[in-house]
């Protein structure tokens, strides 16, 4: 696929992720949008639906071959997707990332910075917090 095509569905695939339109989320990574591609800013698309509690979305693309711990290097938008989503306490997204490996105690900051578990604490979101001990996140 060319890379004029791959910038359109990647554009096309930002828009639906931002409204929340699976459909149109499903029909762009049918049509060949790649789920890893980041925006012009560094922003991956699995850490914007993670950072705005799409479950379902981060779904669709983790079982599209977004990988659950690649950190997103978007302004503002910097870090792993679960603890974006963590951060904001979306406990459904921090399921879906953990179902499909997503590391509980991965620390942002190419490893410098808080983990998902010190992310929910501080929000506090005791449903994520609960989620992410079950899955072996430590409290270091």
């Not at 459909?23 to 950072?51: I, K, M």
């Not at 950190?71 to 792993?80: C, K, V």
Request: charged share 20%.
């Amino acid at each position: 696929m060319n890379q004029r095509r791959q910038k359109k569905l990647s554009r096309r695939l930002f828009g639906a992720i931002q409204v929340g339109d699976t459909a149109v989320v499903t029909a762009v990574l049918r049509a060949g949008a790649d789920p890893e591609r980041a925006d012009s800013e560094g922003t991956t698309p699995l850490y914007a639906a993670s950072v705005n509690g799409r479950a379902s979305i981060a779904g669709l693309l983790l079982s599209a071959g977004a990988s659950p711990d690649t950190e997103s290097g978007g302004i503002g938008a910097e870090g792993t997707p679960l603890c974006a989503a963590a951060c904001w306490g979306h406990a459904d997204t921090v399921r879906e990332l953990l179902a499909h490996g997503a590391d509980p105690n991965l620390r942002e900051d190419h490893g410098t910075g808080w983990s998902p578990l010190e992310w929910a604490r501080r929000g506090p979101h005791p449903e994520t917090v609960a989620h992410l001990t079950a899955a072996g996140a430590s409290g270091r």
